[in-house]
């Protein structure tokens, strides 16, 4: 399977990038429509029946997966 996601940088590119060439409703409105994230958390809860403690214990095995590596 592949997946194919649009994604937003909402920082800077760098520390010393304080990034104002956003206005802060733009980052805000990207975040909530369009985060890759968000969208399929959002279409495993609507289309396939998932709670959102199910999704919270996916997203901590996958935490776990990366930290360890």
Do not use: C, F, W
Not at 6 to 20: E, N, Q, V
């Amino acid at each position: 399977m592949i997946l194919e996601m649009l994604t937003y940088r909402y920082r800077g590119h760098s520390m010393s990038d304080p990034a104002k060439y956003r206005s802060k409703e733009e980052v805000q409105k990207m975040r909530t429509e369009h985060d890759a994230i968000e969208q399929v958390k959002k279409r495993l809860m609507e289309s396939h029946g998932m709670s959102e403690d199910d999704v919270k214990a996916v997203d901590k095995e996958i935490r776990g997966v990366v930290n360890q590596a």
